[in-house]
Every structure is written in C-alpha cells, then in structure tokens.
C-alpha cells in the first residue's frame, strides 16, 4: 500500500507560481500522474512522468506553464505552477500507478488532494 501526501497548495494571485510536492515511501517505484478537481467538473488530468523522470507528458491547458518532475532518492515527485490563472483553480491530487498516462484508471493509488485557489 502507498500512502500519497500532498502539499504546497494555498491561496495565490493570478500570475504567481506554487509548488506542489507529492511524498511517499517507495514511489519511485511508480509512474506519477497529478490530477484536479474543480467544483462540480469530473477529474481532469493535468501530467505525467515515467518511473525513470525520462517521459513527461502534459494537458493542453497546463504546457508551458507546469512542470513536472519527482527526486526518486526522495521519494517526491513535483508540479511546479508557473503564471496561474483564476480556471487553476482545483482541488489537485497526486496519482502512483505503473503506466505512465493521462486516465485515471491507469493509477492505483492516490492521495487526499491540496486545495489550490487562484484568485483574479
């Protein structure tokens, strides 16, 4: 069992940057996947990375102002937020599965998710 704990989230304006980490025992073993959530809209990807850190992929809505990235010898993985606006505005959860891809199904385990507010 993998117990996904997410942090990093909070309140920030529109324009600004958050980092949020992803930490657990044994994730570098796993494809890492986050995810968001806002009110009353299904779960929606937002990027990916292989085991290795090699392959990243990422949503249209997010590339070239997310990036992702994970410390195996952390066992962290990391979305860096870049130039934020208000519809970024989710609850975002961090997945571990051991396909790297943009379906929720793909991913076993997931964590509690960290509210990220963007204000206009």
């Known amino acids: 069992q993998v117990q996904l704990v997410e942090s990093g989230g909070g309140l920030v304006q529109a324009g600004g940057s958050l980092r949020l980490s992803c930490a657990a025992s044994g994730l570098s073993s796993y494809a890492m996947g986050w995810f968001r959530q806002a009110p009353g809209k299904e779960h929606e990807f937002v990027a990916a990375i292989s085991w290795s850190g090699g392959s990243t992929i990422y949503a249209d809505s997010v590339k070239g102002r997310f990036t992702i990235s994970r410390d195996n010898a952390k066992d962290t993985v990391y979305l860096q937020m870049n130039s934020l606006k208000p519809e970024d505005t989710a609850v975002y959860y961090c997945?571990?599965?051991?396909?790297?891809?943009?379906?929720?199904?793909?991913?076993?385990?997931w964590g509690q998710g960290t509210q990220v507010t963007v204000s206009s």
């Open positions: 997945a571990a599965g051991d396909y790297k891809g943009s379906y929720p199904a793909l991913y076993d385990y």
